[in-house]
């Protein structure tokens, strides 16, 4: 992963789309009000992202040796994103670990020299800096969106609480549904310790256990016996991550949008918070209605 930034073809493109309509519609109604608005984006990337080709194509261009000779199709990144909306964010704050991928983002200050005072790169662990941010910002004149768009399963619980303790952030997060926590919720619930902290990180509790699994009794050769089964279906452990969202955001979108990579897997859930109990209700709804529209 480190190398290039290939991660997932048509689904990449559907999630840029769904944030770029939301900041869309942000900047009109905040640009309306006094508040400095802020663009927060803690898994930033490079600015730009080279798609995967579906995995028919690669064949065929190993296949016929092309693989090199293939051009790969960019497309611009979330950071490259926010800075085209017009009108413009007060500051860009671009948050990512990766010094190679903040030096790309560094570029973005020549490519855009007019916002190039109003972008702040910051090249180190993202729930560290979300932490610093939410705490040392006064909220009362201030607003933001931040997305958070990782690999996996980076997004502390702890940093979600952060984010909605200031009640003026809306969330745009990708939640790794398939592509990390389904897998790790192992079908006979014996899941090793250093797993299941990792899921009590990402979800703040460890009742995930008692959600997704149940004892039953089953027959055997030696008469009835008690085991662990795991019943919860996918789409119950998205709508188990919305209701943990509820229990800090003053309003959560109800239709979060599954991502399915070309084996029609659902990786990611494209999921939207947002934090001021004011704002709350129209953020859901210019949100659920872009996260409705295909
Ligand atoms: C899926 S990519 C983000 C893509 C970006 N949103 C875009 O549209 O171009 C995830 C990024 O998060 C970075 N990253 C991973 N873990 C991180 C962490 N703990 N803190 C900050 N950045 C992290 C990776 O280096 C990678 O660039």
New binding site residues.
């Given amino acids: 992963m480190e190398q290039n ?1 290939y ?1 997932g073809g048509d689904w990449t493109a559907e999630k ?1 789309e769904r944030v770029k309509k939301y900041l869309q519609a942000y900047v009109r109604i905040m640009n309306k009000q006094n508040f400095r608005f802020l663009y927060i ?9 080279e798609l995967k080709d579906k995995q028919e194509d690669q064949i065929a261009s190993l296949l016929l040796d092309l693989a090199e000779a293939e051009p790969q199709r960019f497309i611009q ?3 490259q994103i926010a800075l085209q909306i017009e009108p413009s964010f007060h500051k860009y704050v671009l ?4 010094s190679r ?1 903040c030096s790309e983002l560094e570029k973005l200050k020549n490519n855009y020299p007019h916002l190039a005072k109003r972008i702040v790169i910051i090249n180190r ?3 560290e800096v979300i932490r610093e941010i939410c705490k040392r910002i006064n909220w009362r004149g201030t607003r933001a969106v931040m ?1 958070l ?3 996996g399963m ?1 997004v502390r619980w702890d940093t979600i609480e952060a984010i909605a303790r200031t009640k003026a952030i809306d969330l745009w997060l990708l939640f790794p549904l398939g592509v990390a926590v389904n897998r790790m919720l192992k079908n006979d619930g014996n899941i090793n310790e250093s797993w299941a902290e990792k899921l009590d990180t990402l979800f703040g509790t460890r009742d995930w256990y008692g959600e997704f699994y149940e004892l039953t009794d089953k027959p055997s050769l030696f008469g009835n016996i008690s085991i662990i089964e795991k019943v919860a279906t996918i789409q119950d452990i998205g709508n188990y991550f919305i209701k943990r969202l509820k229990t800090v955001f003053a309003g959560v979108a109800e239709n979060p949008l599954p991502l399915y990579n070309s084996k029609n897997n659902p990786l990611f859930l494209l999921c939207f918070a947002a934090g001021n109990p004011k704002g709350a209700p129209i953020a859901i709804r210019i949100a659920q209605d872009i996260l409705r529209k295909r």
């Fill in positions: 930034q991660f840029l984006d803690a898994f930033a990337g490079t600015g730009y992202v990144g979330s950071a948050i990512e670990k990766s991928r662990e993202a729930n997305f768009d990782p690999y980076q």
